[in-house]
């Protein structure tokens, strides 16, 4: 189906007399307000690679991974919301149609435009105030397996993204707050059909079947995963949004709801969590200054620690540009061979610098007292002579020293990340939004809370302390800075990231993607895509992936010649194939208007007007 030719039944502005909308009255009768109408659209196919042509608009656009979360933005940005406003829309809507990969159980990153400046709203989810450095450590003093470890108690963090939204709601919000949960509270209470990809990762998913209130709401009684186009209901959550809409983020984190998760959390089964009550009241989102970069013709705007996302793509870009230029970085409309070996060689360098000294900036101090001693032009020239003709292989990249550190950090060994989802929206008056939103892994700890209603559904928790390092010490001693802290935030790959232009400060574009770590990787190829090669914003969210964490290099399975898997592997990459899940989504601007790219590989649309 193609939901740029697809006519939607919509209310846009209407005058309201006696009309209520979540039980209280709208507005007066000279006023207008938004009201929702559910959409009758099915998600695109979520598996394989489904062709895209990118979609065209001339005021305003709103990029999400599911079809219904984006018609909830757009109908927002219709009724003349902000960006901000239809961001809090497609995010509550997404905590019901993917709740595999965000929601108000988790954390997210924000960066806005306001057509002035921009500003970076982080509400990365906490450790307890209980939790220690050996929280991943068995009684032996070894690190646990990665799965015994999130689909646990242990793994969950205090969540942000209410909170994290009610203060950009507060600064940027046009339209009132209540009104942005209709769609998803109206979904929630009418049903939604089970999208293919919803389905196949229910059917993926092993431990969600521990869980009891999970297990009952997305499996039969026989243990089958909900089929595709299963019409799916949620009252526990369409109440628990009720709440927060009538109350604001206090109804998540006081009162029954809360009380409702630490219950969860501390009387898990296997692995007990020692979220508190007093975590949960007294969590605090942050509005920090981004981090801006120039990047040849424009400036980068990304965000700062606790995320990676925006130094290391940086880092890899700055390291790719002090090399020697490629006459044809493109080969068959894909990456070549030369090009992956640079972007490949570039990554072990920036990886091996992200391991060693980025995290929650509470409680780290950057290298030379300044995040941006990491992207000093010396620096990356310095690191540039680093990449030969021969790969430095797996492990071989150390990190660099791009400043003077008060503490010898150790490196973090490698360990899995997942996850997430990206929003990306331009509203009519030109206020931007990129936004990264996770629980961690697909289906998070893989505990489900109904918020104490007692009714079927609910939303899921994140294990997001899994991506502290498990081990709080090399094997001399030496602290790493991702440990696990009380009261910290742990290292994240979100990327959500806005380009300007140099000269002019005209915002370029908004992008971002999921995929975990490989996030980095993601982002970082789509804007020298956009920008460098001049691809619009589908073309290059349609090629192929390559990506290392500092080991093996993996390339998108079935994307790639078997003579360039071979080449690289001549060259020491030990490069093998394999599933590359992006989910990218972004917004560029044209002479006509925005042109918006989603990515083949979910099942995410573009809409606006």
């Known amino acids: 189906m193609d939901f740029r030719s697809v006519s939607f039944r919509r209310y846009w502005l209407v005058t309201v007399a006696s009309a209520c909308v979540l039980g209280t009255p709208l507005l007066a009768t000279s006023e207008v307000a938004f009201q929702y109408e559910a959409p009758a659209i099915e998600p695109e196919a979520a598996s394989g690679y489904e062709e895209k042509t990118g979609w065209a608009t001339e005021r305003f656009a709103v990029a999400a991974a599911n079809p219904l979360a984006t018609d909830a933005g757009y109908q927002v940005l219709k009724a003349g919301g902000s960006a901000v406003d239809a961001a809090i829309a497609v995010q509550m809507v997404l905590t019901l149609v993917e709740p595999q990969s965000s929601g108000i159980g988790g954390g997210a990153f924000l ?20 939790a220690s450095e050996s929280l991943f450590l068995n009684g032996g003093g070894e690190p646990l397996e990665f799965m015994e470890a999130a689909a646990s108690g242990l793994s ?29 509270i109206t979904l929630a209470e009418e049903g939604f059909e089970v999208s293919p990809r919803l389905h196949t990762s229910l059917a993926a998913e092993e431990r969600l079947r521990d869980d009891p209130l999970a297990s009952e709401f997305y499996y039969t009684e026989e243990g089958e995963p909900l089929p595709e186009g299963h019409r799916l ?3 526990a959550l369409a109440e628990i949004l009720r709440e927060i809409a009538e109350n604001g983020s206090k109804a998540l984190h006081t009162g ?42 424009y400036r980068v ?54 391991n060693k000294f980025i995290a929650d900036p509470d409680f780290v101090s950057p290298p030379g007292g300044s995040w941006n001693s990491m992207l000093d032009e010396d620096y990356l020239a310095e690191r540039a002579e680093l990449v030969g003709e021969q790969s430095m292989g ?66 899921l928790l994140n294990n997001e302390l899994t991506d502290f390092s498990f081990r709080p010490l090399d094997s001399d001693g030496s602290p790493i800075a991702n440990r696990v802290e009380a009261g910290k935030r742990p290292r ?11 000269e002019s400060d005209e915002l370029i574009a908004s992008l971002g993607s999921p995929g975990g770590a490989a996030i980095i990787h993601y982002t970082a190829k789509a804007l020298v895509a956009m920008l460098d090669w001049g691809l619009d914003a589908q073309e ?70």
């Open 492 to 502: 994240s790959s979100m990327s959500p990231t806005l380009v300007f232009d140099r």
């Open 111 to 130: 960066m806005h435009y306001d057509g002035s400046g921009v500003k970076a709203y982080d509400g990365r989810e906490t450790a307890p105030r209980a």
């Open 156 to 184: 969950v963090g205090v969540p942000g993204t209410v909170r994290m939204l009610e203060m950009a709601h507060e600064n940027h919000g046009k339209l009132p707050w209540a009104e942005l949960f209709a769609p998803a």
């Open 256 to 297: 029954p709801i809360a009380e409702d998760l630490v219950q969860r959390v501390q009387g898990h089964s296997s692995r007990p969590g020692a979220i508190s009550l007093e975590d949960m009241a007294t969590y605090v989102a942050k509005a920090r200054d981004p981090l801006c970069t120039d990047w040849q013709a």
């Open 233 to 235: 209901q949620n009252p």
């Open 540 to 609: 290059a969210l349609d090629l192929p992936h390559a990506i290392t964490l500092g080991g093996p290099a993996y390339l998108e399975e079935g994307r790639f010649p078997a003579e360039v898997i071979e080449t690289l592997n001549e060259l020491g990459h030990e490069a093998s194939e394999r599933e590359l899940t992006s989910g990218l989504q972004a917004i560029q601007r044209t002479e006509e208007g925005f042109f918006g790219g989603a990515d083949p590989r979910r099942e995410g649309v573009v809409m606006g007007d």
């Open 394 to 459: 797996p492990d071989g990249a150390q990190a660099g020293n791009p400043g003077e550190v008060e503490t010898a950090w150790a490196v973090q060994p490698i360990q899995p990340e997942y996850g997430t989802s990206h929003i990306s929206i331009v509203d009519e008056e030109g206020n931007a939004v990129a936004m990264t939103t996770t629980i961690e892994s697909a289906f998070g700890s893989r505990i489900m809370a109904d918020g104490g209603t007692g009714l079927p559904g609910g939303y």
């Open 301 to 354: 705007c990304g965000f700062p620690p606790p995320s990676s996302g925006h130094l290391t793509i940086i880092q890899i870009l700055g390291i790719m540009e002090h090399l020697p230029d490629l006459e044809e970085p493109l080969e068959e409309d894909r990456p070549g061979t030369e090009w992956l070996h640079r972007f490949l060689e570039a990554s072990r360098l920036a990886f091996a610098d992200r």
